[in-house]
Nanobody
């Protein structure tokens, strides 16, 4: 079956950077938009960024990541990335990648496939 596998999470100090990766298998990668969501303890899962099939068009759903987080994809590697900079403790969450056909959406319920999540913890 389809698998999305995230990696790259960890513990980082405030102001630091991390790059998350999500590699997909058993799907035609270029048929899907790819998104990153995050979920902090006790909070709802929220959309962060989404990238369309070509990677040239992206959607940002959180104003708080503007200028700090960047999404990109490498279709040759079936991989989507989330580059995070200037991290702060409010970015602490489990980060998930997700895939759906057609168009980007901020609604987690509209995504067909999910990774298992990778934990990002930012210390102050």
């Amino acid at each position: 079956q389809v698998q999305l596998v995230e990696s790259g999470g960890g513990l980082v100090q405030a102001g630091g950077s991390l790059r998350l990766s999500c590699t997909a298998s058993r799907l035609t990668f270029t048929d899907y938009v790819m998104a990153w969501f995050r979920q902090a303890p006790g909070k709802e899962r929220e959309a962060v960024l989404c990238t369309y099939m070509s990677g040239s068009v992206n959607a940002r759903y959180l104003d708080t990541v503007k200028g700090r987080f960047t999404i990109s994809r490498d279709n040759a590697k079936n991989t989507v990335y989330l580059q995070m900079a200037s991290l702060n403790p409010e970015d602490t969450a489990t980060y998930y990648c997700a895939a759906r056909p057609d168009s980007c959406s901020a609604s987690w319920a509209e995504y067909m496939y999910w990774g298992q999540g990778t934990q990002v913890t930012v210390s102050s």
